[in-house]
């Protein structure tokens, strides 16, 4: 079993930053994939940012050049900062980990952008 806790949202004006955590714990022998996930209301859930074992990463267009995911491999957490932050940005914002087959999710944390 895995648990992931994820944190760092909030409220911030338009052109603000933050940054968000996701610590997990548990079986995590490993971990092939770790990323952001948002859900805007009555929105699906979509992919914001993905990084894998390797390294790699995949984002969204629309957050190119704005956010940057890292992990810190020892502490098994991921990252998530985000910068020039805008109205559209606002969502619940869910970390997602893969080890080896299987997916688990964050409790999610809020993101709201707004003067």
């Known amino acids: 079993h895995v648990q992931l806790v994820d944190s760092g949202g909030g409220l911030v004006q338009p052109g603000g930053s933050l940054r968000l955590s996701c610590a997990a714990s548990?079986?995590?022998?490993?971990?092939?994939?770790m990323a952001w996930y948002r859900q805007a209301p009555a929105k699906e859930r979509e992919l914001v940012e993905r990084?894998?074992?390797?390294?790699?990463?995949n984002y969204a267009d629309s957050v190119k050049g704005r956010f940057t995911i890292s992990r810190d491999n020892a502490k098994n957490t991921v990252y998530l900062q985000m910068n020039s932050l805008q109205p559209e940005d606002t969502a619940v914002y869910y970390c997602?980990?893969?080890?080896?087959?299987?997916?688990?999710w964050g409790q999610g944390t809020q993101v709201t952008v707004s003067s």
């Open positions: 997602n980990v893969v080890v080896e087959i299987w997916n688990y």
């Open positions: 990084i894998i074992s390797s390294g790699g990463t």
């Open positions: 548990g079986s995590i022998a490993s971990i092939n994939a």
